[in-house]
């Protein structure tokens, strides 16, 4: 396997802002082989035309998203997508979620993830509290700001269960140890409360929000007009306010995110990207593809980098749903995929990157730090003597591995694109 570590520096500023650069990422595609499949991944045994269409005729291979030592997340992975090295750049998943939300926090803040959960009987049945409605959720969260009295805490409504909270002026050098709610599904949460510095509030504030929910009215009758299990908080992912270069001033790319999470639109603003907001995303597989992908060429004309998200794959992974991933997979294909490699013929000079940001297996229904396929497919004057050597029958696990091409730092694709070819 050819082994490529680009160690070039970040100083690419001489983009010529005519090609355009588009990311589409479908988060937690990767999986394990099934034996319910054949012995197949899902990404194998969904019919994806279009994809492959970009793996037969592009260049494709596996690169490695989390570094060595890192928690396997959507936070490090993407982070590493746009361009960024975890290792350097990773400050807390929760305060880039912030960011989007227009939450400004000083030196001395700390910004964590408050997902509204159903932990009942101490057992993780729904990190998603059913894919609460955002409109439940608010109530939810105004209920513990009006109720929790505690100094310097607040709460921030984000998108259905994926909430804020803010300790300013937090007392600690290290941030509290906490897990991910999405890492624990029907697991004791015993054993995953909060530990170390602060865990003493965190288990305070989750205990008390169990009571506010069980106890509100305002709650009680909101759930009977919107979708919903809420029976708790669950706070993990802390940390302080990030500061990097926007990709502006590293390469001279300049647009847009457009996803249904907080997270992806909080790294691109920290990059300097403007969040497109698309009527009807969910983060599950009945969200807008189509309004994503509309969205997506509608602002080509005025912007040269856009990177779409769709978080569908990773929830069914969660789950453990295979259908669902199948279908999530599929629909990517056909309602994003293709329809973005018919819009950018119009175009004269572009490249497309298609990936997941990690596996999250149906098996073990949590991330892996486990390499994931991905495929730039660009037009004709770019990448001309790699796509012989590193084309690939399909884009899946197996096929990309089959080319030999493995970059060892996911976040150098983003210089193989604008300098479109690799280097070895």
Known sequence: MKNINNNNNNNNNNNNN???????????????????????????????????FMAQNGITGLTKTIPDGMAPGSDTANLSIFGYDPAKYFSGRAPLEAINLGIELEPKDTAFRCNIVNASNDIMNDFTSNHIDTRLSHIIINELKNKITMPDIEFYTGVSYRNIMVW??????????????????????????????????????????????????????????????????????????????????????YGHTISAVDLIHGIGKAAGLTPLHVDGVTGYIDTNYKGKAD??????????????????????????????????????????????????????????????????????????????????????????????????????????????????????????????????
């Not at 004057?381 to 690939?392: G, M, Q, S, T, V």
Request: aromatic content about 8%; some cysteine.
């Open 18 to 52: 005519n090609t355009k650069y588009i990311v589409l990422l479908g988060d937690g595609m990767a999986d394990l082989p099934l034996e319910e499949l054949g012995g197949k991944t899902v990404l194998e045994k969904c019919k994806t035309p279009n994809m492959d």
């Open 168 to 253: 300013r002026n937090y007392p600690y050098s290290e941030i509290t140890q906490t897990t991910p709610p999405h890492d624990i599904q029907d697991e004791s949460t015993d054993k995953y409360l909060p530990a170390g510095n602060g865990s003493d509030i965190l288990r305070e504030l989750m205990y008390q929000s169990k009571k506010i929910i069980s106890q509100s009215e305002a709650v009680h009758d909101a759930m009977k007009k919107y979708r919903g299990s809420p029976e708790s908080i669950w706070l993990w992912g802390g940390g302080r306010k990030p500061n990097i270069r926007t990709l502006s001033e590293r390469f001279g790319l």
């Open 295 to 424: 969205a997506l060429l509608n602002a080509l004309d005025n912007a040269n980098y856009i990177f779409l998200h769709v978080e569908s794959p990773d929830e069914s992974g969660h789950k453990g749903n295979i259908e669902h991933k199948i279908k999530s997979i599929e629909d990517f294909d056909s309602l994003i995929v293709g329809p973005v490699l018919e819009g950018i013929k119009k175009f004269d000079d572009y490249s497309v990157l298609v990936m997941p940001d990690h596996p999250t297996p149906i098996k073990i229904r949590t991330h892996t730090s486990d390499p994931v396929p991905f495929c730039i497919y660009s037009s004709t004057n770019r990448f001309n003597k790699e796509k012989e050597l590193y084309k690939a029958a399909a884009f899946n696990e197996r096929d990309a591995a089959a080319t030999g091409l493995f970059i060892d730092n996911a976040y150098k694709i983003i210089e193989i694109m604008i300098n479109g070819t690799i280097k070895i």
